[in-house]
């Protein structure tokens, strides 16, 4: 594919470029990345990565540029795990005219940090004493949270790694009165959400292609996120007032 430029009614796509609907475009990325989804392509169109134009009934229609752009995203993703604001800086640049250097590689970015920004790094596994100490809780308190479920202990009795972060939350909540037993419900959603997420990824992590397979912790983390996203939308919705 040649290098591409941002699609759009503002773009600079030939009159002549024949434009494609979303489900031809799923089509023609999916040789090369058997994962994407409808979702995924709107995703990025949300995050400003692609702007497809737009029929006056409100149908996207796609150039050949805005196919090469997704793919130089998906790639991005996928090769060097940069996260989309990089991704999006580095495209920019590119159609400025400048010569950037593709960003070195990196550890697979983490898009829940976008949304548990305030939360404090924690370590891989910890006792109950060190729990206790970490976070100011009572021993009742820790209790009464692993009799509704909302903290559990592995194997060996250790606590997993989001365990400092769940409890401190729940330490704040309860200075609200919110109890453990009226916190169970957001542990159901929680576990109803992440079973969701599972049912997309499964099928990535037995795919027979090992980049697809590879790559199905990042979209599990991306739904995640999207997930997260959308819980405190509604729960914005529903209150009527604003979170930020």
């Known amino acids: 594919m040649a290098q591409s430029s941002r699609g759009g009614a503002g773009s600079g796509a030939a009159p002549g470029d024949r434009l494609l609907g979303i489900g031809r475009v799923l089509g023609l990325l999916r040789e090369e990345f058997p994962e994407i989804t409808v979702s995924k392509i709107r995703f990025l169109e949300a995050e400003g990565l692609v702007e497809p134009r737009r029929t006056p009934s409100g149908y996207r229609k796609f150039c050949p540029a805005d196919v090469e752009r997704l793919a130089r995203v998906l790639r991005m993703q996928r090769d060097h795990y940069l996260p989309l604001k990089v991704i999006r800086e580095h495209l920019d640049a590119l159609e400025r005219g400048e010569r950037p250097g593709v960003p070195a590689p990196g ?16 370590p891989a596994r910890v006792d109950r004493e060190r729990l206790l100490a970490e976070t100011g809780a009572t021993e009742d308190e820790l209790a009464a949270w692993e009799s509704y479920g909302l903290l559990t202990r592995g194997e060996g009795g ?26 169970r419900v957001m542990k159901a959603a929680a576990d109803r959400e992440a079973g969701l997420v599972e049912q997309v990824v499964a099928p990535l992590r037995r795919h027979r292609n090992p980049q697809t397979r590879a790559h199905a912790e990042s979209t599990a983390r991306e739904l995640a996120t999207l997930s997260l996203r959308l819980h405190a939308a509604l729960v914005q919705a529903s209150l009527g007032v604003r979170l930020r």
């Open 107 to 122: 550890a697979p970015a983490d898009p829940l940090e976008a949304v548990l920004e305030h939360a404090e790094p924690a």
């Open 158 to 183: 250790a606590y997993g790694p989001d365990a400092v972060t769940v409890a401190r939350l729940l330490g704040e909540l309860g200075r609200f009165g919110l109890e453990p037993r009226h916190l």
